[in-house]
């Protein structure tokens, strides 16, 4: 009895909601089918607009550097970087495996979120830096919005702990941070067996790939 009462009452609140989704697709088809010539005209302008305006965009990021994961080699470029974009990503490292661990994941983020610049730059080459942001455990990403550090992400810790955590764990950290943005039309296509692989596997298919 009491589960058939509790079918009962599930089965009125999918309706429920079935209903509430057909009503709000009626009303946009509705709204379509008021539309004349001259409001589809502005909206096909309008969304010509906003590509154009994205295009533009894409062209300027990618003329600073987007897309690459690069090295900066002087402190004094640090602050030509983060003043030119409004994103960045800045790893800092020492030759070890764990800041070559995170290199590999960055590198891969570079190339989906052209909306933000992914550098690296050696924090024992950059002692004035690596004081002023008080860096200390390696590797430290730097989150950097409007020329100003918001975040930080030091060590593994925030990543599962392990060196084997995947691309996409450290893309939803960065995206939690809003330093990038996450599945936005502005980020390029991504497959998806690349970015769930983690480094360790990503080693293994380099090797078989060389031979």
Not at 67 to 94: L, M, N, P, Q, W
Not at 147 to 170: E, M, P
Not at 181 to 191: A, H, M, N, R, V
Request: aromatic share 6%; net charge negative.
């Amino acid at each position: 009895m009491a589960d058939s009462m509790v079918q009962e009452i599930l089965e009125k609140q999918v309706l429920s909601v079935v209903k509430a989704v057909e009503d709000q697709l009626d009303d946009e088809i509705a709204a379509l089918d008021k539309l004349d010539e001259d409001d589809l005209e502005v909206l096909r302008e309008r969304r010509l607009q906003q590509m154009k305006k994205m295009a533009e965009k894409r062209r300027r990021w990618i003329s600073l550097g987007h897309g690459e994961y690069t090295e900066i080699h002087a402190e004094k470029e640090f602050f030509s970087v983060v003043k030119a974009s409004d994103r960045v990503v800045c790893h800092f490292y020492r030759e070890n495996w764990p800041c070559k661990v995170m290199d590999k994941h960055l590198a891969e983020l570079a190339k989906q979120h052209i909306e933000t610049r992914f550098v690296k730059i050696q924090a024992e080459k950059s002692p004035f830096l690596a004081d002023k942001l008080k860096i200390v455990v390696l590797p430290t990403l730097a989150l950097i919005k409007k020329a100003k550090v918001d975040d930080y992400v030091v060590g593994f810790d925030q990543l599962g702990g392990t060196d084997d955590f995947s691309t996409d764990v450290l893309e939803e950290r960065l995206a939690k941070a809003q330093v990038i943005f996450y599945e936005g039309e502005s980020s390029l296509p991504k497959s998806t067996n690349q970015t769930k692989r983690s480094v360790r596997q990503s080693e293994t298919q380099d090797s078989s790939d060389s031979e």
